[in-house]
């Protein structure tokens, strides 16, 4: 497995609000990840079901708190 690239907190949500981007809080319990939740972000869940309808070339962004 490869090193996983960070990147800044702007340039996320300017990939984010530019539709470049999916944005995921990266917690399993989704009671954890609506503490956590960022504006435009999904849940894991949420995440997991669109999952066969994203593209291979889809940037997805995952974060944590």
């Known amino acids: 497995m490869g090193k996983i ?16 981007a999916l944005l995921v809080c990266a917690y399993e319990e989704e009671a954890a990840c609506r503490k956590a939740m960022l504006e435009g972000a999904l849940t894991l869940g949420e995440f997991r ?17």
């Open 49 to 65: 079901a669109r999952l066969p309808a994203l593209s291979m070339e889809q940037e997805i962004i995952f974060y944590c708190a």
């Open 5 to 20: 690239p960070r990147i800044t907190a702007g340039d996320a949500r300017r990939a984010v609000t530019g539709g470049e």
